[in-house]
Structure formats: C-alpha cells, structure tokens
C-alpha cells in the first residue's frame, strides 16, 4: 500500500505531464499557426499597398502626363491664335494705309480734274473771243487761225486729260471699295 501512494501521485504526474505536454504544443503550434497567419495577412497587405501605391502612382503620372499635354495643348492654340490676331490686326492696318492712299490719290485727281475743268473753260471763253476777233479781224486770220489751233490742241490735250481721269475714277473706285471690303473683313476675322 505504500507503493501505491507513490505510484498513484506518480502515474498522475505521468498523466498529467503527457497531457501537459500535448496540450503546450497544440497550444504553441497553434499560436506558431496563429502567427505565420498574421504574418502571411500582413504580407498580403503590404503586397497588396504596394500594388496599390504603385497603381496609384501610375494613375497620376498618367493623369500628370496628359495635364501637360493638354496645358501644352492649350498653349500652343493661343500662341496660334495670338498670330492670327495679329496677322489679322496687320491686314486691316495694311487695308487702312491702301484706303488712305488711294483717298489721297482720289482728292488729289478731283483737285486736278477741278483745275483743268478752269482752265478748260478759261480756253472755251478764249476760243469764243479769238472766234469772235475772227470775225471782226479777217486780215488777221492767218494769226488768229494759229492762235485758234493751239488753244484747240490745248483744248483736246485737256479733253482727254478728262477723258483719261473719268476712265481711271471707276477703277480708282472699285480700289477704295475694296480696300473698306478688306478692312471689314479683316476686322470681322479679328472678332
């Protein structure tokens, strides 16, 4: 009997020690199991950040890339239309300058048209006085007929200086109104 107080406690301890033992490692290998989880979720996070990030930085370079193109874009259509501003703003200066020109060459044309209308009545009432001193004065005829033929070539030089100017008017016309359709046009481009 006193063997059996020593071999009762000591195939407890036995039991209690093979239990121990396995119930210490299922609860190590399940918290080693616990951890390799937690660290295979953490790598699958860290993965899955840096897939991210990496897709998020691709994103806006990509975003970046086309915010430059489209700034470059942008300004190469107002460098484009700054020139046609200016090309447009030249056109009508240039239309201006030829109308002025061409007023100028016009008001000169009517102030020599108006002069040599004068000076053509001037010589019509010296051709009606040297017809009537013709008359009058028949031995001076020889005299009078050279007088008369010169103020005639005068007179027919000064017809087709006026003939010659109501020729070039029109055209001169037609230049001014062109010159005002360039300008409208060119001031229509501009707006």
């Given amino acids: 009997m006193k063997k059996l107080y020593f071999i009762i406690p000591i195939a407890a301890l036995a039991i209690f020690i093979f239990f121990y033992l396995n119930a210490k490692n299922g609860i190590e290998e399940a918290e080693r199991n616990r951890k390799?989880?937690?660290?295979?979720?953490?790598?699958?996070?860290?993965?899955?950040?840096?897939?991210?990030?990496?897709?998020?930085?691709?994103?806006?370079?990509?975003?970046?890339?086309?915010?430059?193109?489209?700034?470059?874009?942008?300004?190469?259509?107002?460098?484009?239309?700054?020139?046609?501003?200016?090309?447009?703003?030249?056109?009508?200066?240039?239309?201006?300058?030829?109308?002025?020109?061409?007023?100028?060459?016009?008001?000169?044309?009517?102030?020599?048209?108006?002069?040599?209308?004068?000076?053509?009545?001037?010589?019509e009432e010296q051709l009606k006085i040297q017809r009537a001193q013709v008359d009058y004065l028949k031995t001076a005829a020889k005299d009078v007929a050279l007088t008369k033929a010169s103020y005639e070539t005068a007179l027919q030089k000064l017809q087709k200086a006026e003939d010659d100017y109501n020729k070039l008017l029109p055209d001169l016309q037609r230049a001014v109104n062109a010159a005002a359709a360039a300008t409208a046009a060119a001031a229509a481009r501009r707006n």
Avoid: F, G
């Fill in 36 to 123: 390799a989880q937690e660290q295979q979720k953490l790598e699958e996070r860290q993965r899955k950040e840096e897939a991210d990030r990496k897709r998020a930085w691709e994103d806006a370079n990509r975003q970046a890339l086309e915010r430059i193109a489209e700034i470059k874009a942008r300004q190469d259509k107002e460098k484009q239309q700054a020139e046609q501003r200016q090309a447009a703003k030249d056109e009508r200066d240039m239309a201006y300058r030829e109308k002025d020109n061409l007023n100028k060459q016009i008001q000169a044309l009517q102030e020599n048209l108006q002069v040599t209308k004068d000076q053509k009545s001037k010589v």
